[in-house]
């Protein structure tokens, strides 16, 4: 017996099938990333701060987060001793930089998310993942273009 396939969606909204699929992906990660003890965001905003302390803002706009989710993501984070904020060279700016036991996080998760992102690109194979890549940096260009935000 074949097990029943999922229904497929009559919705034409972009957005729904955007948010269903991104949800799905998110939960791929989320199970691999689980065995070092992080989700996807908080594995992104290591990711991001690895090289060198962050501006809070700049980060959340790299994240296409607000800093408001982004602060509420940073929460667990600083508690687990993983990154910490300092001050900028301007005493409001706030920064974000990972902590040592942040690094041997992240060194320890790589290789969960390497496992998740091989399963998606062997999903999609190679001239799928250059075709959607492709098609999300246009559309992400030309909605911050819309929205009149910087690059």
């Given at each position: 017996?074949?097990?029943?396939?999922?229904?497929?969606?009559?919705?034409?909204?972009?957005?729904?099938?955007?948010?269903?699929?991104?949800?799905?992906?998110?939960?791929?990660?989320?199970?691999?990333?689980?065995?070092?003890?992080?989700?996807?965001?908080?594995?992104?905003?290591?990711?991001?701060?690895?090289?060198?302390?962050?501006?809070?803002?700049?980060?959340?706009?790299?994240?296409?987060?607000?800093?408001?989710?982004?602060?509420?993501n940073l929460s667990p984070l600083v508690d687990a001793?993983?990154?910490?904020?300092?001050?900028?060279?301007?005493?409001?700016?706030?920064?974000?930089?990972?902590?040592?036991?942040?690094?041997?996080?992240?060194?320890?998760?790589?290789?969960?998310?390497?496992?998740?992102?091989?399963?998606?690109?062997?999903?999609?194979?190679?001239?799928?993942?250059?075709?959607?890549?492709?098609?999300?940096?246009?559309?992400?260009?030309?909605?911050?273009?819309?929205?009149?935000?910087?690059?």
């Amino acid at each position: 017996m074949t097990p029943p396939t999922a229904p497929v969606t009559s919705s034409l909204c972009t957005c729904f099938r955007l948010r269903r699929a991104s949800r799905r992906v998110t939960q791929v990660y989320d199970h691999e990333l689980a065995a070092a003890g992080l989700s996807l965001n908080q594995y992104s905003i290591l990711r991001r701060t690895e090289r060198e302390p962050r501006v809070l803002g700049g980060l959340a706009d790299e994240l296409g987060m607000d800093r408001t989710t982004l602060t509420r993501n940073l929460s667990p984070l600083v508690d687990a001793g993983l990154v910490e904020t300092v001050r900028g060279r301007d005493a409001r700016q706030r920064m974000v930089g990972l902590t040592q036991a942040g690094r041997d996080r992240l060194a320890s998760a790589k290789p969960y998310w390497r496992r998740a992102q091989d399963l998606i690109d062997t999903m999609l194979g190679e001239t799928g993942i250059q075709t959607l890549h492709g098609d999300l940096d246009r559309l992400d260009e030309r909605l911050r273009q819309h929205l009149g935000e910087a690059p």
